[in-house]
């Protein structure tokens, strides 16, 4: 068990529709990233927050946000659903965002856009 | 569970025979190496890391050697076991990036009885 909580671990929505996706990191980590899993695009960088502020962008769309709070979980939300926005979304966190520590992933959340 | 990467490389050795896995990275910048072990239907888990100071580091039966000079990274596992089935990933970031870990494609490792 990584201690990194994703919830919920299954969503089968519309396309259109907006979901929200939930993180606790891991106690004493401060960095929350997330990462979208598609069978044919492996794991892509979607974005870095550390202690209540964003640090780092990747492959995130416009339709995609995120939030971490000042208890330090974090959500993303994903609105306007499309099909191909099916993938596993997995949350991951660090005691530091500078580099050079583990990040210790959660199972994550399986998104179904129907 | 779920798969994961349904076309990936696959690595079929026998139980108990010494496996190697590799990859080649592609920012000569990167200082900051990690390989995970992805198992149907949970997230990448962390094996070991290595930081590009060093060539070679070793954990319980798995060894990590880096090769800067020509951008290679390899775990090898040791007495391979049927609970090692998965698929590993590879993952490099670079100081200052703000370890924004870039993955690999992942290879899939298949141990047989």
């Known amino acids: 068990d990584s201690g990194v909580t994703q919830t919920p671990k299954h969503l089968i929505t519309a396309t259109g529709q907006r979901v929200t996706l939930r993180c606790s990191p891991r106690s004493g980590d401060l960095s929350v990233y997330w990462y979208q899993q598609s069978l044919d695009q492996g794991l892509q960088f979607l974005i870095q927050?550390?202690?209540?502020?964003?640090?780092a962008k990747g492959n995130i769309l416009e339709r995609f946000s995120a939030q971490q709070f000042p208890d330090l979980h974090s959500e993303l939300n994903l609105s306007s659903l499309e099909l191909g926005d099916s993938a596993l979304y997995f949350c991951a966190s660090s005691v530091n965002g500078g580099g050079r520590s583990p990040l210790h992933f959660g199972n994550g959340t399986r998104l179904t856009v129907t | 569970g779920e798969s994961v990467g349904l076309h990936l490389p696959t690595l079929s050795v026998q139980e108990g025979d010494n496996s190697i896995i590799n990859c080649a990275y592609s920012?000569?910048?990167?200082?900051?190496f990690i390989w995970y072990k992805q198992e149907s239907g949970k997230g990448p888990q962390f094996i070991i890391d290595?930081?590009?100071?060093?060539d070679k580091r070793q954990g319980q039966r798995v060894t990590v050697l880096l090769n800067k000079t020509v951008k290679h990274l390899s775990l090898q596992i040791a007495a391979t076991q049927p609970g090692d089935s998965a698929v590993y990933f590879c993952?490099?970031?670079?100081?200052?990036?703000?370890?924004?870990?870039?993955f690999g494609a992942g290879t899939r490792l298949a141990v047989h009885p």
């Open positions: 927050y550390y202690n209540g502020e964003e640090r």
């Open positions: 290595i930081r590009s100071n060093m």
């Open positions: 993952a490099e970031t670079r100081s200052g990036g703000y370890n924004k870990l870039i």
């Open positions: 920012n000569s910048a990167s200082d900051y």
